[in-house]
């Protein structure tokens, strides 16, 4: 009885040993499995903001898009007067 036990032991551990280097698709496909299921297990611990936390968030972006706009357009401007004073334009 012990005979049994122990080939059926070594049959598994053969098998097992033979699946990690056997066929490089099913590897594949088994990683490729695993990358999706984490994946899905991590976007299941998003928080998603509520309707009110958006809209500020949207115009808090709009707000620093714009003064960055601004911003650049002033020191754009500046730049191009002093330029054009130092080389005559």
Same mark, same amino acid.
């Given at each position: 009885?012990?005979?049994?036990?122990?080939?059926?032991? %070594?049959?598994?551990?053969?098998?097992?040993?033979?699946?990690?280097?056997?066929?490089? !698709? *099913?590897?594949? !496909?088994?990683?490729?499995?695993?990358?999706? *299921?984490?994946?899905?297990?991590?976007?299941?611990? /998003?928080? $998603?903001?509520? $309707?009110?936390? #958006?809209?500020?968030?949207?115009?808090? /972006?709009?707000?620093?898009?714009?003064?960055?706009?601004?911003?650049?357009?002033?020191? %754009?401007?500046?730049?191009?007067?002093?330029?054009?004073? #130092?080389?005559?334009?």
């Amino acid at each position: 009885m012990t005979d049994v036990s122990a080939e059926t032991r %070594d049959s598994g551990r053969a098998s097992r040993k033979r699946d990690r280097r056997g066929n490089p !698709f *099913s590897r594949f !496909f088994r990683s490729l499995s695993l990358f999706v *299921s984490q994946i899905l297990d991590e976007l299941r611990k /998003v928080v $998603r903001p509520t $309707r009110s936390e #958006l809209v500020n968030y949207t115009i808090v /972006v709009i707000v620093f898009v714009v003064f960055m706009m601004a911003l650049v357009s002033t020191l %754009d401007f500046g730049f191009t007067k002093l330029v054009l004073w #130092l080389f005559g334009g």
